[in-house]
C-alpha cells in the first residue's frame, strides 16, 4: 500500500504516506528489476481515494516521467555486443535497456562499456535483464556504450537501450 503497511484507510493516517523518495528507491528496485510495482489505493470512507495520496501517485508519476521521457541516446537491436553512439560527450548516469521478450528471457550475464576520454571502461554487469533493467552507474562521461551479452541461451535481441541523466539519482546502485 502507498501508506506504509496500512492496508485500510483510517483518518489522520496522512504520516504513513511513502515519501516520493522511497517510491522511487521502490520503482528502481522492482520496474528496475524486470518486476513491476503495484501501489495499493486505499479508498476513505465516501469510497474515494484520498486527496493526499492521489497527490502522492501524481508527484510519483512526473518524477519518473522527468527521469525517463527524455533520453540522451537510444537504439535497439540483436547480437551480443549493441552499440549506441551519442552525438557528443555526454554524461550519463542512468542506462534503461529492455530485452524483446516475445520468445522468453534469454540474457544470462552482461556488462556495459563506455567510451570515455581515457578509453573503454566497464561500467556495470547484470545478470539478466528481461523486460527491463535499470542500471544506476556514477555519472560519467562518455561518447558510446556498448552492452555486451556474454552469456544468453539465444543471440540476444534487444528491444530498447537507452541512456539518461538523473541530477536526484539516488548514490544507490544495482
Given at each position: 500500500?502507498?501508506?506504509?503497511?496500512?492496508?485500510?484507510?483510517?483518518?489522520?493516517?496522512?504520516?504513513?504516506?511513502?515519501?516520493?523518495?522511497?517510491?522511487?528507491e521502490m520503482y528502481?528496485?522492482?520496474?528496475?528489476?524486470?518486476?513491476?510495482l503495484t501501489l495499493g489505493?486505499?479508498?476513505?470512507?465516501?469510497?474515494?481515494?484520498?486527496?493526499a495520496d492521489m497527490q502522492r501517485y501524481t508527484e510519483f508519476g512526473q518524477e519518473i516521467n522527468r527521469r525517463?521521457?527524455?533520453?540522451?541516446?537510444?537504439?535497439?537491436?540483436?547480437?551480443?555486443?549493441?552499440t549506441l553512439t551519442l552525438?557528443?560527450?555526454s554524461f550519463i548516469n542512468q542506462i534503461v535497456i529492455m530485452e524483446n521478450i516475445v520468445s522468453g528471457e534469454h540474457i544470462r550475464k552482461y556488462h556495459i562499456?563506455?567510451?570515455?576520454?581515457?578509453?573503454?571502461?566497464?561500467?556495470?554487469?547484470?545478470s539478466s535483464i528481461g523486460h527491463k533493467r535499470i542500471?544506476?552507474?556514477?555519472?560519467?562521461?562518455?561518447?558510446?556504450?556498448q552492452l555486451v551479452c556474454t552469456e544468453s541461451t539465444v543471440e540476444p535481441h534487444i528491444r530498447?537501450?537507452?541512456?539518461?541523466?538523473?541530477?536526484?539519482?539516488?548514490?544507490?546502485k544495482n
Open positions: 500500500p502507498i501508506r506504509n503497511h496500512s492496508w485500510f484507510w483510517h483518518s489522520n493516517e496522512d504520516h504513513l504516506l511513502y515519501d516520493l523518495t522511497d517510491l522511487v528502481y528496485q522492482s520496474v528496475g528489476r524486470n518486476a513491476i489505493a486505499v479508498p476513505d470512507q465516501n469510497g474515494l481515494i484520498p486527496q525517463f521521457s527524455d533520453p540522451i541516446g537510444e537504439t535497439s537491436g540483436t547480437g551480443y555486443t549493441i552525438p557528443d560527450h562499456r563506455g567510451e570515455t576520454i581515457s578509453g573503454w571502461k566497464i561500467l556495470c554487469k547484470g542500471q544506476r552507474i556514477p555519472p560519467v562521461e562518455v561518447k558510446s556504450i530498447n537501450m537507452s541512456v539518461f541523466f538523473s541530477e536526484e539519482t539516488n548514490d544507490k
